[in-house]
Structure formats: C-alpha cells, structure tokens
C-alpha cells in the first residue's frame, strides 16, 4: 500500500521559508519521479514541481520557480521542498503525490 505522510508545514510572514518533508513507503520510491502539488480550498489542484527518480532533472511551475526547490533523499525514501520567498499566494495545502496517490497533505500559511 502506497503510503505519503507530508510534514512541516505552519505559519509564517511573506519573506520567509520553510522546508516540507514527505515521507513514502508502499512502493520503489527510488525508481518513481515524485512531485508536490497544493490547493486551495475550493480551488483546483496546481502543480508546484516535479523530480524525477534519481533527482537530475527538476521542473516547477512558474508561480514558485526560482523560490522553490525539490529534493529527493532515496536512502531516506523522503521528498523535500524547500520554499523560500514565500507570499500569501502560497498558502495552500501542500501535497507529495506518487502516480495517482497523495498524503493527507501539510497546510501552509503565509500571512502578516
């Protein structure tokens, strides 16, 4: 059973960061591109980044790029996600995906 548990997640003002983590079991998370993707209550799915399996290739949506950073740690079967810059556009919650499955997703706030 395909398993993501996302974390570190919170509360911060515009400028600032945070790292979030997603955790995977259930399947070669080694072998599998992984991606983060967030929503807004009431809105649709939008993708945020993708990496592929050995973590060479990175691609990101154009409202994060040059802020945002995706990695991978396959030893420790975890996704990353670095977010610096943050804005209040960016308070979504946030979501590991593999395939067609996610996690219960982290929630973000960016707020003064």
């Known amino acids: 059973e395909v398993q993501l548990v996302e974390s570190g997640g919170g ?6 960061s945070l790292t979030l983590s ?8 080694s072998s599998t591109t992984m991606r983060w993707v967030r929503q807004v209550p ?3 799915l939008e993708w945020v980044s993708t990496i592929n399996s050995d973590g060479s290739s990175t691609f990101y949506g154009n409202s994060v790029k040059g802020r945002f950073t995706i ?3 396959n030893a420790k079967n ?3 996600l670095q977010m610096n810059g943050l804005r209040s ?12 499955s996610r996690g219960q997703g982290t929630q973000v706030t960016v707020s003064s």
């Open 89 to 100: 556009e960016d308070t979504a919650v946030y979501y590991c995906t593999e395939g067609t």
């Open 42 to 44: 009431g809105k649709e």
């Open 11 to 16: 509360s911060v003002q515009p400028g600032g």
């Open 22 to 29: 997603c955790l995977a079991s259930g399947f070669t998370f």
């Open 78 to 80: 975890t996704l990353y």
């Open 71 to 73: 990695s991978r740690d």
